[in-house]
């Protein structure tokens, strides 16, 4: 099994909603430190499992959605606290709408999985990890 | 699959039995630093796969029973060389007792599995993974 | 020169005002790595730059009035953009004043300088350096 | 499961052939910052995984035959795009021949599995994981 | 003092002449993680050192100018040995002469010092630092 | 100004004297991954600070007198604690000595200086600066 990772970050605005989130249930934000990861069994005859400028073009763009916003007002969160895990899983379900819709290329049909990991600190991480 | 990872240190001494440990035969140190990952298939109503708060404070917990100790003299390790592969399983298996002990709530019940990595330097790191 | 370096971080909400910042003007959030460097020309007679145990209480006691807020609702920073720059000039100015309170012991007073360096993601931070 | 992973790196010359390389079909050249992970069911009676010295002695020695080299060059890799991906199955399959060769003791034997991630730069990584 | 640092990295083929060099008198290769960081005594009326977008898009520019080439054919380095330190100083040198073009606006004649370094592998690296 | 930094490990085991340390006081150990930072004003006519390699092997030595050792029972280090400012102050002197002793070569004797960075752990770290 092969694999390619590209890293870029977001910084956003949210608060969340429920007593074990305690202070953070008052509005505050976060860099997400965002490294997307695609499988793929066999390499392509170029030799690679994706384009990696354009698995980072479409990370950057997924990433360009969300960065640099109060996610508390944006419609697509509305009833969800936007937490690590959640936003590790809409960051993935993102880049593998765009992967079916060709971002990266034909071979992006052949990609296994995807996994997207968001670091929020130097000291917690979260993960999700799909089928493609 | 989604997964949380949150990390601590522990600062230990201790010494190997064996000539493949060279010269970590003599007694000398180490600090570890340790991340534990946490699993879930699904996240609870609150979107998260554990209480990131709650999983740090279980960490700090385990690794304080370890740190700033001589583990040549912990009774636990008589008879057996708390490598970094030994020290991942211990601390592992210790969070999975926490777990059942609910320090992580009724929700750690819904967890999958767990992975502990010690990092020993830049250059050497050892994991244990185990079901939960 | 001696220095003693420790980490910790924050998680805050703000927005900037003025067009150089672009899409920054927007709230949105940061998550601040934060190293506090405490600075000394000789060790004390114990042999260290300060107590690294009082030195991280009172990084973590100056980050907890900042961390899990809203930057634009804090009257201390009204009419002020909370820039990486200025924020790192803030720790170091309240940790300078903890200096000078007590909080590093009598031993605070033999230190020459302090630097703060808040890492904004894996791609840029900025830093604040000023004597005691 | 266990796992224990070194580090090392190689420092070599290459270029590639395809459009979808863009200016990396030029020659250039890249750091590859190494980490290779050995795994296994269960420890050995020393309590390790394999012999982390000798471990990193085998690594050393298959990036020492890459390191400092034009791969454009090397008879191995005519008509081969030497990408991340390829080299990450490279450097992996020789350490699996190194360890049928006994480059790890008899415990070598009881491996289950290997991968080697390579990382190109702080944004950009491609592993390769095989059994043994 | 205040500072502010942007990363990022360039990959490059080289050669060296002179046997203190070994085996790095062959041609190789690197990835260069360049992190330049910009000085100034006060912040500007926004409460910044520079813009950081501006000092990014500066970097990513003089970093262009040298990526994905084999620097053994640049006439710039003509009988040169691009050493990782002497690369330091052609990227401080280039951004300072972007500065003095005014790439980072009329707040980049305030500026004090550049100090640019280029971490070749997780274990070396080098800096140079200059005033401006 | 240049500089030139190499990394490198050691592992040791001590304990510390003084209530200032609390459960330090009990015998525990450290990995600490030490930074050698040499300083000159001009490259020589190689274009280096000095031969890298050289710089590697010394610190290397540096540390092989150090490391895999309970320093509470090395006679150099009797009645001190051996914190880690201390022993940055102790590796940095023994590189200052090999420096003199042409360990660097004759290129040694035009450096203008030294730091020495011992990371005891993911967050907190010493440095100890000298002249040459």
Same mark, same amino acid.
Request: proline share 3%.
């Given at each position: 099994?092969?694999?390619?990772?590209?890293?870029?970050?977001?910084?956003?605005?949210?608060?969340?909603?429920?007593?074990?989130?305690?202070?953070?249930?008052?509005?505050?934000?976060?860099?997400?430190?965002?490294?997307?990861?695609? =499988?793929? @069994?066999? #390499?392509?005859?170029? $030799?690679?499992?994706? +384009?990696?400028? &354009?698995?980072?073009?479409?990370?950057?763009? /997924?990433?360009?959605?969300?960065?640099?916003?109060?996610?508390?007002?944006?419609?697509?969160?509305?009833?969800?606290?936007?937490?690590?895990?959640?936003?590790?899983?809409?960051?993935?379900?993102?880049?593998?709408?765009?992967? =079916?819709? @060709?971002? #990266?290329?034909?071979? $992006?049909?052949?990609? +296994?999985?995807? &996994?997207?990991?968001?670091?929020?600190?130097? /000291?917690?991480?979260?993960?999700?990890?799909?089928?493609?």
């Amino acid at each position: 099994m092969f694999s390619v990772t590209v890293r870029d970050h977001m910084m956003v605005a949210h608060s969340f909603t429920g007593a074990v989130f305690g202070p953070a249930q008052r509005l505050h934000g976060a860099t997400f430190v965002v490294d997307a990861t695609f =499988r793929r @069994g066999e #390499l392509d005859a170029s $030799g690679i499992v994706v +384009d990696i400028g &354009a698995a980072a073009e479409l990370l950057h763009a /997924v990433l360009g959605d969300l960065t640099y916003r109060n996610l508390d007002d944006e419609p697509d969160f509305a009833g969800t606290n936007t937490t690590t895990e959640v936003l590790a899983r809409v960051v993935a379900d993102r880049l593998a709408r765009g992967i =079916r819709d @060709g971002a #990266l290329g034909p071979g $992006g049909g052949d990609l +296994d999985g995807l &996994a997207v990991t968001l670091h929020e600190s130097h /000291v917690a991480w979260a993960s999700y990890d799909r089928p493609l």
